[in-house]
């Protein structure tokens, strides 16, 4: 695959897939997963989840919410695996095979949900061909508590105040700063703001 080809987004059969589990980890996968189904708050928090107790009870206080997104996802064949396996530990192998499902089954909107897929693929993993050396020198208490506050709140209205705490730290990656200004949409796992928190 190069470059081009990954950063594609309107490619009907999405070549992203075929290699995003050999560059993302589990936990970035489930956090695209859990960014596109909506609301996925219990697979979010999975995918940062220390023990397998604490998930348990997560899930089970999300009952609620987990029925509703059931009811929508129901109407897409395929989804209900998505949703399985935000919740469940897997390997990156079948969460990515589960997206894959997920757009061989999509309905008559299948170019709206590959280029949204791909979309948070690129705002999750960002691009493999360019990896960036991220200082800690910009790694400031300023930068930190702006990616902190928008990793918690999934309010990322704050990105481009980011982008200037990192230029003022003595940032100078271009991949860094245009993704931080750029319209998004951003999620939690954002590659920038994963770059900032260490994680």
């Given at each position: 695959m190069t470059e081009a080809e990954w950063l594609n987004r309107d490619d009907p059969f999405p070549r992203q897939l075929a290699i995003v589990h050999q560059v993302a980890t589990v936990r970035k996968l489930q956090l695209i997963a859990a960014a596109y189904i909506r609301g996925a708050q219990a697979s979010e928090k999975h995918a940062d989840a220390k023990r397998c107790d604490d998930l348990v009870e997560e899930i089970a206080d999300q009952i609620r919410p987990w029925d509703a997104i059931s009811a929508e996802l129901s109407q897409r064949p395929g989804n209900w695996r998505l949703t399985h396996v935000v919740q469940v530990?897997?390997?990156?192998?079948?969460?990515?095979?589960?997206?894959?499902?997920?757009?061989?089954?999509?309905?008559?909107?299948?170019?709206?949900?590959?280029?949204?897929?791909?979309?948070?693929?690129?705002?999750?993993?960002?691009?493999?061909?360019?990896?960036?050396?991220?200082?800690?020198?910009?790694?400031?208490?300023?930068?930190?508590?702006?990616?902190?506050?928008?990793?918690?709140?999934?309010?990322?209205?704050?990105?481009?105040?980011?982008a200037d705490a990192l230029q003022d730290a003595g940032c100078d990656s271009d991949d860094i700063l245009n993704h931080s200004r750029g319209p998004g949409p951003h999620v939690r796992g954002c590659w920038v703001v994963d770059l900032v928190l260490g994680k």
């Open positions: 530990p897997q390997e990156p192998t079948t969460v990515a095979k589960a997206l894959r499902s997920l757009i061989a089954t999509s309905p008559s909107d299948i170019t709206r949900s590959v280029r949204e897929i791909v979309g948070l693929i690129l705002e999750v993993v960002g691009n493999p061909f360019r990896p960036v050396a991220f200082s800690p020198a910009w790694r400031t208490s300023t930068a930190v508590a702006l990616a902190t506050q928008m990793y918690a709140s999934r309010d990322f209205g704050a990105m481009p105040i980011l």
